[in-house]
Nanobody
Framework: QVQLVESGGGLVQAGGSLRLSCAAS????????MGWYRQAPGKQLELVAA???????NYADSVKGRFTISRDSAKNTVYLQMNSLKPEDTAVYYC?????????????????WGQGTQVTVSS
């Protein structure tokens, strides 16, 4: 089983910065992709940014140029540096990790989610 622990959310004024972290642990054989999603009140869950094992990144248009996703493969950790924050960035941010886990006898795909961290941007 793979567990994710998120940290770094909080309250910040518009124009400020926050850095989110998500550490994966457990019986991980390999990680294929790590990403951040968010859900604002009354809205659907949306992809914010993702990074593949090969280092390719993908961003929502609304955050391009302001957010940067990165990963530390040795620590199975993904980060989201958020700059120039706007009130519309206010949401619960969730980490997602996709990969292969292993037990004593088998390997199987997994997709795990973090518990969510609140980001609030005041105007």
């Amino acid at each position: 089983q793979v567990q994710l622990v998120e940290s770094g959310g909080g309250l910040v004024q518009a124009g400020g910065s926050l850095r989110l972290s998500c550490a994966a642990s457990g019986s991980i054989f390999s990680i294929n992709a790590m990403g951040w999603y968010r859900q604002a009140p009354g809205k659907q869950l949306e992809l914010v940014a993702a990074v593949t094992r090969g280092g390719a990144t993908n961003y929502a248009d609304s955050v391009k140029g302001r957010f940067t996703i990165s990963r530390d493969s040795a620590k199975n950790t993904v980060y989201l540096q958020m700059n120039s924050l706007k009130p519309e960035d206010t949401a619960v941010y969730y980490c997602n990790v996709v990969g292969v886990q292993t037990t004593a006898t088998i390997r199987q795909n997994f997709s795990s989610w973090g518990q969510g961290t609140q980001v609030t941007v005041s105007s």
